[in-house]
């Protein structure tokens, strides 16, 4: 994906990130941050939480990683995330994109990112500024 | 100052700072900050007092083989960060979010609400940070405010860490935004 | 006339968008929207100059504000420095019945928003405190509402006889006008808008896909 492909407006790829309590667990493993509210779901519960909640920072690495996917070789420059409710492991959420802003002299874009739970609420929200060739 | 050699291959003495907000370590427990304040807590002062001010320093190493297990975890298939061969190999762009402080706040700092939930981040690269480095975190109160959410009443403080490699070099500055419970 | 009553820019404390990005956006969308209005949280913002985006995007921008009461949040048109006097924008903890009557007195509209929310939304606290003089309609269409809560909002306003209006409540570009309000007349002013809202000719609308809520 080259800057000259992109439009305003365009739709990232819409993708269906696997937060398994395996994939959760690799993560927190490669963090170092393995604590009963990301590994256990009865744990939790007991915090007042709806089961195992997938780390914020690793919501923000799902959102990379589709727009990686959509523009391979594409440099994140600054990536802004809002944690609105947490992501319950072992469900399927969705993350979305769009371009709101295009810009020739530094070949940069901003995205708009969404990650929506089973419900289709909003969990996470955000923006990237995200530098193409 | 922290000693070069202290926390080298861990995360604030071996948890993540989201396992701080999680554990609620600093919130109720043994805490670097100041006594709860008497009274409602005038936000306004705390954040004359405590914006801009630079409280922490600390280092971190960074390893390939966690580099290449948060990469593959977040669903990551750009081979950049996912081939530890690739002349490019680096760490995910948000990388350097997971990295806290030895202190959530500095000493001395009020006791704003109780909990403490992570309520977001913003990464800015400035370079690409690489299998190898030592990275210094130096941290400073970005900004202090408070809201009403579904949640209910709200104080937010802003943690900025800004990241620099062994030469000096910025690679990244992260806001944290955390989020505590006002007292009602 | 359609307007999204209820934007954030970069002026909010959460808000991501800037305003030329949200013009663009609905240019390139095509987006039925003739214009909308910025509601900062707990502010009002009177240094930002819109008219030249106006003049080049074919829009309506307007400014006004959201701020934070003992019932919940609340959008308020017409601010002046009347009305900015009267009570203290930045508080969380303002007094609702003194939001209203401030803004009655001062030419201005105050209506809740997201009334269907819990904590911040005015039936929320209707349940605990029953219902406050001087509200007379509320954002029964909220872009930003999770199931349940327009449907709350909407059940709620009609019980207590209020007029319905919508807004996006976008924090980011590509939310807005995913929730509107449609008048019978042009809107051109901040003037205008008051005068329309006070007349009650104007009813919510929503273009929620899937994806935008």
Redesign the interface.
Known sequence: MRYEDVELGDDLPE?E??VSMA??L??C??????????NDHEAARKEGLPGAIV????S???L??MI??WA??A?????????RTPIVVDTHPRCVGAITDTDDEQRRVEVDLTIMNDAGNTSVL?TALVELD | MANAESNVD??VE???V??QN??GQNAEGPSAEGPSAEGPVDIDAVKRDWVGHKFDSTQFRVHGD??L??????????P??TDADHPDFQA???YT??FGAKQLFPKGFPKLGRGG?????????HQPVHAGETLTGESEIHDI?????????MI?IVHRMTFSNEAGEPVSTVDW?IMRSAKD | MILDLHTHSVRS?DGRAKVENYCQWIRKKELPLDGFVLTE??QFDDTSDYRELEDRYGLVILKASEV?TDY??VLVFGVNDDLRAAFDFAR?DNSLPVVLESARRCGAVAAPCHPG????GLFAHYEQKGPVEGVEMVEVCNGGSRSGEDELSAREAEHFGYKGFGGSDSHIVSRVGNCATQFDRDIHSIDDLVAALRDGHFEARTWRTPRAT
């Not at chain 1, 493993?29 to 990301?38: D, E, L, Q, T, V």
């Not at chain 1, 440099?75 to 809002?82: A, P, S």
């Not at chain 2, 297990?69 to 750009?78: F, I, K, L, S």
């Not at chain 2, 939930?117 to 690269?125: T, W």
């Open positions: 993708t990130p696997d994939r959760v690799q993560f493993g490669s963090a170092k941050m393995n604590f009963p509210r990301f780390p914020g920072i690793m923000q690495g799902l990379a990683s990686h996917h391979p070789g440099r994140i420059v600054k990536l802004d995330t809002v944690f955000g | 861990n995360n071996g948890q993540n989201e396992g999680a554990d966690r580099m297990a948060w990469a593959e975890a977040c669903g990551e298939t750009d950049r960060f995910h762009p948000t979010a997971q939930f992570d309520a977001g981040k913003a990464v800015e690269v405010y408070t809201k009403t959410g579904r949640s209910g009443t937010f935004r | 404390d949280h707990r934070e919940g949040h969380i929310r819990v904590n911040v």
